[in-house]
């Protein structure tokens, strides 16, 4: 009699525990489609470093991480400046801006089946993304003009509020596309100090998150296995819950080269061509079966640049002479470049804002067309001279360094060798040593010991984006750290700090401030700022070129959003 009272007491609780669920709250999205299948991705280089958001600095990495984590609110993918709601469904401006309410979507569950609360959201921001124990970039994006973090609280379960110091312009863009955590899975971790050291690419099978595809096998140097969230959030017009794929897997490639042959072959199901490929892919369309198309130019920037705490203190006088860096601008041969590397399929990139982010892009920025004379003119100005043939500084120095980028970007390779020639024709003997894009990463971040460098960002709509890129202190500032970012700056005690670096630094602080509007002026005084100064020589940017299978369905490729970021909607023939 006891033992049917136990079971009749557990089924009546167990009831309740089901009538009591929250009723998840889909966003319906427009798209019809199959369950089934697998898309594959390549992945160029030897595959992720790390899938812990507050490590990661490379896309190989980030990629990944932004399949299983998500955001309070997403961007419109055409590249305006217009937010959705994510994981948040509605929010408040209050007070002029300086308190903001999100509503969360109910009833979404992690992974592994936990609901996800406004603790997440609460626990995410004050003991991940604001702790000082936890270094990262996304810091330098939500701090307000006084380095304040905005203060987060928890209403009730599916409402949050953020109170800020004062008026934040970029908030919405910068917080609300912040990665939320699972705090049931890593609280621990940061209260024992570890935090930094979980969810590395081998523990793939701790990973939790909201996102529409969760890893699932990680074999290093050839693919990440990633399998279908059975709890995400969306659904299609026909009520099917996303995503349709069952899963993803990033194949590893080493070169572009291979990524096309890859592509050909149906190895991987899209790709981002080449300009020299596109040509060679048109023609393979109909055949193949492949939709090939072109767009506007990309949000991303590509850029040369010299190591201004290189540990060569000769070097170092070189790469902070400003006349030094105009004469390589005015080596750079953006035609060759264009009708070489890229197929003329590209345009010559003048600022350091890309042309697509229409709002903030400002055309009239200085230019430096390539002119061998003008670039001598300009080491003549700088202390330089020729002896013999070869160029040296005022103190007899020969003019002798390494310029790097990362290999297997054949594009980058083709711009490093034009480049290298035209420098040797200036009397520099310069020498062009790539290297595998972790390891490179390495370097910029970590030792300081590099040169001379051809490398991109990826950009956005909002220049607030870069903040980790162009403050003094950022986490980005690669050429220049600061003292306090880098120990081997310190130990050189030899810190560059000229007053146009601080004024960049003051115009990132100020346009937090202000209204879209005033904003537009700052970032057009940043943009002339660098183009006169050149901290970064930006070179060409490539027209958005995209490719896919026919066998994949709702695709969408734009500039802004890439090929797949509608990776929910995806869906594949077998």
């Not at 599916?158 to 955590?181: C, D, E, N, W």
């Not at 072959?265 to 090939?292: I, N, T």
């Not at 002896?387 to 005022?394: A, E, Q, R, T, W």
């Not at 660098?530 to 490729?557: D, R």
Request: glycine residues 8%; aromatic residues 14%.
């Amino acid at each position: 009699m006891g033992r049917k009272f136990l079971v009749i007491v557990f089924v009546l609780l167990l009831s309740a525990t089901i009538s009591l669920a929250v009723e998840t709250e889909y966003r319906v999205e427009p798209y019809h489609g199959q369950y089934g299948g697998t898309l594959i991705n390549p992945s160029l280089g030897s595959g992720p470093k790390t899938l812990n958001p507050t490590v990661a600095r490379e896309t190989s990495s980030t990629d990944i991480i932004d399949r299983f984590l998500d955001f309070l609110i997403e961007l419109d993918q055409y590249g305006t400046i217009q937010s959705e709601g994510r994981l948040a469904k509605s929010w408040d401006r209050l007070e002029g801006g300086k308190v903001w309410i999100f509503h969360l979507r109910k009833g979404v569950l992690w992974s592994d089946g936990v609901p996800f609360t406004a603790d997440d959201v609460v626990w995410s921001f004050n003991k991940v993304w604001e702790n000082p124990k936890i270094p990262s970039g996304g810091q330098d994006v939500i701090k307000d003009a006084e380095g304040n973090f905005p203060g987060v609280e928890k209403i009730d379960d599916y409402t949050v509020k953020f109170t800020l110091k004062m008026a934040f312009r970029p908030f919405l863009r910068s917080v609300g596309l912040t990665q939320i955590l699972p705090k049931h899975v890593l609280a621990k971790s940061v209260e024992d100090g570890t935090f930094q050291q979980q969810w590395t690419v081998n523990d793939v099978d701790k990973i939790v998150g909201t996102g529409p595809f969760i890893p699932s096998e990680y074999v290093s140097g050839e693919r990440v296995v990633l399998k279908r969230n059975p709890h995400y959030w969306r659904k299609d017009l026909d009520g099917k819950v996303l995503p349709y794929l069952d899963g993803e897997v990033f194949k590893i490639i080493a070169d572009q080269n291979a990524i096309l042959l890859a592509f050909e072959s149906g190895e991987v199901d899209h790709m981002g061509p080449r300009s020299a490929d596109y040509p060679r892919l048109r023609k393979e369309a109909v055949q193949k079966g492949f939709v090939v198309g072109l767009d506007g130019p990309t949000f991303g920037t590509q850029f040369f640049c010299f190591n201004f705490n290189t540990p060569d203190p000769v070097k170092r006088k070189w790469f902070r002479n400003e006349y030094f860096r105009k004469a390589v601008a005015y080596a750079f041969d953006k035609e060759s470049v264009i009708n070489t590397a890229y197929n003329g399929l590209a345009d010559a990139q003048w600022s350091a804002v890309s042309a697509a982010a229409k709002y903030f892009y400002d055309p009239k920025v200085r230019k430096y067309p390539f002119n061998l004379n003008f670039a001598r003119a300009m080491l003549k100005l700088g202390g330089f001279k020729l002896v013999g043939g070869d160029l040296v500084d005022k103190d007899g120095n020969p003019v002798k360094f390494i310029i790097t980028t990362n290999s297997g970007n054949t594009v980058r390779e083709d711009m490093c060798n034009i480049l290298v020639e035209k420098l040797k024709q200036l009397g520099m003997d310069v020498t062009f040593a790539p290297q595998d894009f972790n390891s490179l990463v390495k370097k910029l971040l970590n030792t300081g010991d590099w040169e001379g460098l051809m490398i991109g960002l990826t950009g956005g709509v909002d220049p607030h984006s870069g903040s980790n890129v162009w403050k003094l202190d950022g986490d980005l500032h690669f050429w220049n750290y600061s003292p306090e970012k880098r120990e081997y700056v310190k130990k050189q005690n030899d810190y560059y700090s000229p007053e146009w670096a601080k004024e960049i630094d003051t115009i990132y602080k100020q346009e937090t401030t202000v209204s879209d509007e005033e904003a537009k002026v700052l970032f057009n005084k940043f943009q002339e700022t660098v183009a006169e100064h050149l901290p970064l020589i930006y070179t060409v940017q490539q027209k958005y070129i995209y490719a896919y299978s026919k066998k994949v369905h709702n695709v969408a490729p734009t500039a802004f959003g890439g090929r797949i970021w509608n990776e929910y909607a995806i869906w594949k023939e077998k």
